[in-house]
């Protein structure tokens, strides 16, 4: 072959190639030697090693990033969304066909596994015999630079040793496919380890300039786990410089409540690896697990009961502990709009919100009618004001879970049914709801898909100053002929708390009433939003 050619060959590769031309006394036959010397010239291989060597070299490039790792999965949503579709255009059928195809698979699943760095060789252990008293060792070189290690240490309890604790996905000792949780560390730049303490090791490694060479007694067994595909949003905010039981600080990930983060490892009960979603960063970072949230919350609530600063909330061992909850991402489907519901104190605005929304499209936009148990009064016309019912059905249909909401008013019963609200979405209209929050739990299922606004006061001075200018009346008062009182405006503010302590994990979205006007824009784009955008649900409603 031509030398213009080779120069073109990856160059370990070709030392590869000289290597076994120049081995003598190899345990192989001719025709293994054959086939062997074959492959290492090979077009096909040299052309594996560019592509893979190029993927190495830009891993890390701000030029190159994967807007996202679920491609496949998007591609199979789009797919049974066509399929479901009684009508295909011409443009739609080619699509649907196009996107079977194996080659587009093919190109997809490729690029959701370089996104995940899922390219790296899992080669299986090459068997080694040793003597009895002979360990295996291995030498790594790693370039220190700006950029943390990602890998942490601890002490082995049972034989008092320093060994990896664990390694972050895609951090540069991830990437060098060289360091595993379990390996022993033996020396770090020519400087035992031995009788020392993991912070004393961190300081060695502090004060190393340049190449930082380890030598390290392998695990017995080697996790090549693939990075889970786990996106969960965040009901908490985490700061990892307050947190004294962190394994190590520069590791942490920070975020705050809402955020949507890419778990990549559970494999430690207590310390989880996770990336925010969308952030450019491959490398992984620390995050307290679901189990340890929840024991910490726990603990915190109960001293605050125990010490008295709590006990209007002492319910919240009855409640779900927010700490992380499992999603994806939901498309928009024509024709099949999810509910908006508007979730408040009462007397914060919510039924003005609900008939101005409204009011912009009456065809549109739609509010179930609601049941009741009392008379019809003359001009009512039954399914138009309520649905009129005797109170032994509505009282088997309340028992049967048939209810998003129910209560009872001067000896009569009213309420919203589930099939009412799934009726005006079958119908390819917007259900608008305004519903007590304690109907949260019924209306949040994968059946209805529920869009959860919460509207929050103000703080008290500007709540009064606000309902004041605009002569606001109040909602406590039957018949709207005065204004808020003092008292009134307390309750707003006692129960808004109330409300958030408990449900906040439940919204999608939270609008300040201080400006009518203001908030009811701001609802408005969030209705044109839920219809255009996809957006992050739990993860049981697109399954």
Not at 138 to 152: N, R, W, Y
Not at 300 to 309: I, L
Not at 393 to 404: A, C, N, Q
Not at 455 to 470: D, M, Q, V, W
Request: aromatic letters at 8%; hydrophobic letters at 35%.
């Amino acid at each position: 072959m031509a030398n213009g050619t080779k120069e073109k060959w990856d160059p370990a590769l070709t030392r590869l190639l000289t290597s076994l031309q120049q081995a003598t006394n190899l345990p192989s036959t001719e025709e293994e030697l054959g086939f062997l010397s074959n492959l290492l010239q090979s077009k096909e291989l040299h052309a594996l090693v560019n592509v893979h060597n190029t993927i190495i070299s830009n891993g890390s490039s701000d030029r190159f990033f994967p807007l996202l790792s679920t491609s496949l999965d998007i591609l199979t949503e789009i797919l049974e969304e066509i399929a479901q579709r009684p009508y295909m255009s011409p443009d739609c059928k080619e699509l649907f066909y196009l996107l079977q195809k194996p080659h587009i698979q093919g190109v997809l699943y490729s690029h959701d596994s370089v996104a995940q760095k899922d390219y790296y060789p899992h080669l299986p252990e090459i068997p080694r015999e040793v003597e009895d008293d002979e360990e295996t060792i291995k030498i790594v070189q790693l370039v220190k630079s700006s950029e943390p290690l990602g890998a942490t240490i601890k002490t082995d309890e049972s034989t008092g040793k320093i060994v990896i604790a664990r390694v972050m996905h895609g951090g540069a000792a991830d990437r060098s496919g060289l360091i595993h949780p379990g390996d022993e560390v033996v020396e770090v730049n020519n400087i035992s380890v031995e009788g020392k303490t993991p912070n004393d090791v961190l300081q060695i490694l502090q004060n190393s300039e340049g190449t930082i060479t380890f030598k390290l007694i392998p695990a017995d067994s080697k996790s090549g786990i693939r990075e889970s595909k786990v996106r969960v949003r965040a009901h908490f905010n985490y700061d990892s410089s307050t947190d004294p039981y962190i394994p190590c600080k520069e590791a942490g990930l920070d975020f705050v409540k809402g955020d949507v983060l890419h778990i990549v490892s559970q494999d430690d009960a207590y310390w989880w690896q996770a990336r925010k979603e969308g952030d450019r960063n491959m490398r992984a970072g620390l995050i307290p697990s679901r189990a340890l949230q929840e024991r910490r919350i726990i603990h915190v609530r109960t001293q605050a009961v125990k010490n008295g600063e709590d006990a209007e909330n002492d319910d919240f061992d009855r409640e779900e502990i927010a700490t992380y909850e499992e999603v994806a991402k939901l498309y928009p489907r024509p024709g099949m709009y999810r509910p908006i519901v508007l979730i408040g104190a009462p007397g914060i605005g919510r039924n003005e919100l609900k008939r101005r929304l409204i009011d912009t499209n009456v065809n549109k936009y739609r509010t179930p009618t609601p049941f009741t148990t009392r008379t019809m009064r003359p001009g009512e016309e039954d399914g138009k004001e309520y649905f009129f019912v005797s109170r032994e059905v509505m009282e088997k249909d309340i028992e049967e879970g048939k209810f998003i909401e129910f209560g009872e008013y001067k000896g009569n019963l009213y309420g919203t049914s589930t099939e009412s609200v799934k009726a005006i979405i079958n119908a390819g209209k917007v259900c608008i709801l305004n519903p007590h929050y304690q109907a949260l739990k019924m209306l949040r299922t994968p059946q209805l898909k529920p869009y959860i606004i919460y509207i929050k006061p103000p703080n008290l001075e500007t709540l009064k100053e606000t309902r004041s200018a605009f002569r606001a009346r109040s909602t406590f008062d039957i018949n709207n002929s005065r204004g808020f009182t003092d008292d009134e405006f307390n309750d707003i503010i006692k129960s808004a708390a109330r409300i958030e302590f408990l449900y906040d994990h439940f919204f999608d979205e939270t609008i300040v009433n201080a400006d009518l006007a203001v908030a009811f824009s701001q609802l408005v784009s969030a209705a044109n939003r839920l219809e255009s955008e996809p957006l992050w649900v739990p993860a049981s409603w697109v399954q």
